[in-house]
């Protein structure tokens, strides 16, 4: 199965670039505000979440806190067109960023960081299944131990 990529970001030529260099290789959805892209998470499976972080309503790291808990397994990558220290924390700390990347990006690095991201999307993915296949046999194999 391959999972979606989704950018945000308010800029349209951004967004129809990354649209452009990325389409043939990756399901891309884009949006052009948080909450633009917060319907799409709700109604797609999205592996890879990218987004600028500065925006004029909500940041792109207040963004990926928000979803953080509905959406725990889901890569987040920041990008932006300044290099700020205290934004490279804030993202780290609150957004549990993979990558923070500095504006303009290069396709063929950024292609490499989404296929990683999506490979660790797809194995806490499987790991997540895996843990509740072994608690229900647990819990199967405890109901057989029980003395009648």
């Known amino acids: 199965m391959q999972y979606g990529v989704l950018y945000v970001d308010d800029e349209i030529n951004n967004l129809n670039s990354f649209k452009a260099a990325f389409r043939r290789d990756f399901t891309i ?3 052009q505000s948080a909450r633009e892209g917060r319907k ?3 109604n797609n499976e999205i592996g890879v979440i990218i987004t600028d972080q500065r925006m004029p309503t ?3 790291i207040e963004f990926l806190e928000s979803i ?3 959406y725990p397994d889901t890569i987040r990558i ?4 300044f290099a700020d220290i205290n934004a490279v924390m804030d993202a780290i700390n ?3 960023v993979y990558k923070y990347l500095v504006k303009p990006w290069q396709n063929e690095e950024l292609k490499m960081y989404i296929q990683n991201a999506m490979e660790i999307y797809h194995l806490r993915k499987e790991n997540r ?3 509740q296949k072994l608690k229900q046999a647990n819990a199967a ?3 057989l131990a029980k003395p009648q």
């Open 40 to 42: 799409i998470l709700d």
């Open 58 to 60: 909500v940041t792109g």
């Open 129 to 131: 299944d895996l843990m």
């Open 29 to 31: 959805f884009t949006a």
């Open 78 to 81: 920041l990008l932006t067109g």
């Open 141 to 143: 194999l405890q109901g």
């Open 68 to 70: 953080l808990p509905v």
């Open 94 to 96: 609150r957004g549990q």
